[in-house]
């Protein structure tokens, strides 16, 4: 009974090491996908309906500036292909022209995309005496936000690209689509130019990737000397073990590093020095609500990835690279490395901008995406107003 006891005894030493190894993995989640979710507590999604689109949903309060959220006009339940329910919300009219799939990034949600949302929805999805030219689709991806858990084995960039695939065929099976991919999100859509290159050209029509990277992720420094990326790299491996295989103590280790975890992820997502305060309590709470399993289980795909070879469909079509100039998860050479690959694309580099650049700097990103969109609403002799 003494040794089990002793053999399960957790010192304040242990829990110290345990503690910055859990910081040290949430804060590499940010560096690939950084964080922005709902505020609100999580909805519980009811039985499993493949369609919902009767009700009129209120966007849970992530507005993290006060501004007056977006609405959903439609929510919907999507069934993956293996079960997975997967939330979504829409902007704007079915029989829009275009559609546009938003697809949020690692420890993410749709709510990272709220100003966006706000603003597109604003211009592009409401009923001003003329027709809507575009219809904005949200949805959390798998184990995210709303989201039901898929098993840990389909934690990885070819199931999120199923399910993106899933999504597009439920939710805009007609039309003209147009993929924005935030982080994890990019890689996303890299993930399914791979599995589905037939979709690049006919139905997909533009794709915008910001902040991302096509591979080698698992040689980021996150901006840190080179005797701390060493130690990073001794001690993600014990936080990975931990936040899978005991994540209650991963959690509450979590919480009782708050401070050091905030002043982390700050660090790591913006890079101006003005940036409101209620930003960076904003992404607090998505470090705080995103279970430590999940983080856990999608790292080990987002440090192997490769998609080098998944941009060949992308040349088809008009692309939008867009990177924070000052990111320290994914810098922009590898932004620099998909626009040399991609030869045409149209790369805009935000000045003083960080990773999380779609909330740090959202008017310019919001504007670069409304260029884009109107781009490919013009090649597909889509009305635009």
């Known amino acids: 009974m003494a040794q089990n006891a002793k053999k399960h005894h957790v010192s304040k030493g242990q829990a110290a090491g345990i503690a910055g ?115 904005l689709v ?12 898929g098993p840990a ?75 701390l990326t060493r130690v990073r790299a001794a001690v993600f491996p014990v936080a990975a073990w931990t936040m899978r295989r005991r994540p209650a103590l991963a959690e ?11 002043m982390v992820t700050w660090r790591l997502s913006f890079a101006s020095t003005d940036v409101d305060p209620r930003l960076g309590r904003y992404v607090d709470s998505m470090i705080a609500g995103t279970p430590v399993d999940v983080i856990a289980e999608f790292y080990p795909a987002l440090a192997g990835l490769d998609e080098t070879g998944s941009l060949e469909p992308l040349r088809r079509i008009p692309v939008l690279v867009l990177t924070g100039e000052e990111d320290r998860m994914i810098p922009k050479e590898h932004s620099e490395l998909i626009v040399e690959r991609l030869a045409a694309a149209e790369f805009v580099v935000v000045p003083d901008a960080g990773h999380m650049v779609l909330l740090e700097k959202h008017d310019e990103v919001t504007a670069a995406l409304s260029r884009l969109l109107r781009k490919a609403a013009a090649e597909a002799g889509v009305p635009v107003h």
């Open 138 to 149: 949200f949805y959390d991806q798998r184990g995210h936000g709303s989201s039901a858990r």
């Open 153 to 227: 084995e389909h934690a990885t960039i070819e199931q999120l690209a199923e399910d993106l695939a899933t999504v597009i065929a439920h939710r805009a099976p007609r039309g003209p689509v147009v993929l924005v991919g935030h982080s994890m999100g990019g890689m996303t859509v890299m993930g399914l130019a791979a599995l589905h290159p037939e979709l690049f050209g006919d139905r997909v029509v533009a794709a915008a990737l910001l902040s991302t990277s096509s591979g080698n992720l698992a040689d980021l420094n996150f901006g840190l000397p080179e005797l």
């Open 252 to 262: 509450n280790t979590r919480r009782w590093a708050a401070d050091l975890v905030s």
């Open 21 to 135: 190894a859990v910081v040290g993995l949430a804060a590499a989640g940010t560096a690939v996908g950084v964080a922005v979710s709902r505020v609100a507590a999580r909805r519980r999604l009811g039985p499993p309906p493949p369609d919902v689109d009767e009700s009129r949903a209120e966007l849970r309060e992530d507005d993290p500036l006060g501004q007056a959220a977006r609405r959903a006009d439609r929510t919907a339940l999507v069934v993956a292909d293996d079960g997975v329910l997967l939330s979504v919300e829409e902007v704007g009219p079915t029989d829009a022209p275009l559609t546009v799939v938003f697809v949020h990034g690692y420890t993410l949600s749709m709510a990272s995309w709220t100003f966006q949302r706000q603003a597109l929805g604003a211009e592009l999805a409401t009923a001003n005496g003329s027709r809507p030219t575009a219809r």
